[in-house]
């Protein structure tokens, strides 16, 4: 327990945290809302250039500046420093970050059990990180448990599948609330003249795979796709569908504001998640139009993702990179709506059955709760 008082400390190490937006961060916060603060002593350790440490919500972020990034990693002589001095009770890592790993072996920070959350394996790296391999996984030797998002990340990394018996799987969870606008979701339908719609959602990236889903749309008719999110690849996309003459069909959304999201995801008909790398490894965006009975076209990454919804039951997935197969599944979808229907249904009941988010917090209070026994 820690010193100061009768909670359990939890010290998550990451490479970024809260206010950026991303899958490991979403998940940290998830965790550190589902524990009490009277319970729980919540700390963070990350990098950031922009934030300085602080202390929000019954949580306090340390951050460190770093020199650089490199190959998907913080290089912070900072962040060894500031692990050198952790003292805790459980020590929580959430790779891939094998710096962090470099400087857990550097820093010796002082812990009684050792966590990791096992987001992916490492992807376009690989060569590049073969040197650190060793270290690696002797690192993940020593790890007390392993909590992964999905049971097929264990069943395709060769990294954890030796150590089954370490991990844990608990999903990332949502409330159910339907949280949308009838007013506007009316609206966003009559925009576009009663068009069926497919909405995204995500950075504008290569690994979301967007232009695939854009290229999908010369061969699809009477519908309309929207996509939300900003990002490096908004000109390359805008330049994309002024040449293939796709303007009325493809709609790139820039941000939208998080108190409109539901309203786009229960306006849409079809929910597209056409992302191309396994470093995808859930997409809880999926679950957020699945909530409210949409059915969704994902692609087989063998990750989280194809847990989340599930081909001929939650929706249809096709191959990555593959927008001839996008555009089929969507015309399958768009003219079957018995199908459609019955899809989204589906995903609704997954939804309410596997990852309600109260089930979660309860699952996250066991885990961290067993340092008592």
């Known amino acids: 327990m820690s010193k100061n008082n009768n909670k359990i400390k939890i010290t998550h190490v990451t490479r970024y945290a809260y206010p950026h937006i991303g899958g490991i961060e979403a998940v940290i916060s998830q965790i550190n809302d589902a524990l009490s603060n009277e319970e729980f002593e919540k700390e963070v350790l990350c990098c950031s250039n922009n934030e300085k440490s602080s202390f929000e919500n019954g949580v306090k972020y340390n951050r460190c500046r770093f020199l ?7 290089i912070s002589p900072e962040f060894i420093w500031k692990l050198s001095k952790v003292d805790t009770d459980i020590l929580h890592y959430h790779m891939p970050f094998i710096f962090a790993v470099i400087a857990h072996f550097i820093a010796r920070p002082k812990y009684k059990k050792l966590y990791i959350t096992y987001h992916s394996d490492i992807i376009g790296y690989e060569k590049i990180m073969k040197p650190f391999w060793f270290i690696y996984k002797k690192f993940i030797e020593q790890v007390d448990k392993i909590h992964v998002l999905s049971p ?10 030796p150590y089954k018996g370490k991990c844990v799987v608990i999903p990332q969870g949502i409330n159910l609330e339907d949280k949308s606008d009838g007013k506007k979701v009316n609206q966003i339908k009559e925009k576009y003249n009663g068009k069926k719609i497919l909405f995204s959602l995500g950075r504008l990236i290569k690994y979301k795979g967007f232009i695939y889903g854009i290229e999908a749309m010369k061969k699809v008719d009477n519908a309309v796709y929207l996509i939300g999110g900003s990002g490096p690849l908004k000109k390359d996309f805008e330049n994309y569908i002024k040449e293939n003459q796709l303007e009325g069909k493809v709609i790139l959304l820039g941000r939208v504001d998080n108190e409109e999201l539901d309203n786009y995801y229960k306006a849409c008909d079809i929910y597209l998640f056409p992302s191309v790398m396994q470093s995808e490894a859930f997409g809880i965006v999926q679950l957020e139009a699945m909530k409210y009975g949409k059915p969704v076209i994902n692609t087989n990454l063998g990750t989280g993702v194809n847990y989340v919804s599930i081909h001929d039951k939650t929706g249809l997935t096709v191959e990555p990179k593959n927008s001839k197969e996008l555009a089929l599944a969507i015309n399958k979808l768009l003219n079957d709506d018995k199908l459609r229907e019955t899809l989204g249904q589906n995903a609704r009941k997954r939804c ?14 066991k885990l961290y709760g067993e340092i008592k026994k």
């Open 68 to 74: 650089f990034e490199f190959a998907a990693n913080t």
């Open 152 to 161: 097929n990340i264990i069943e395709a990394s060769k990294i954890i599948n």
């Open 352 to 365: 309410e059955n596997l990852f309600v988010i109260n089930k979660k917090f309860m699952q996250f209070n």
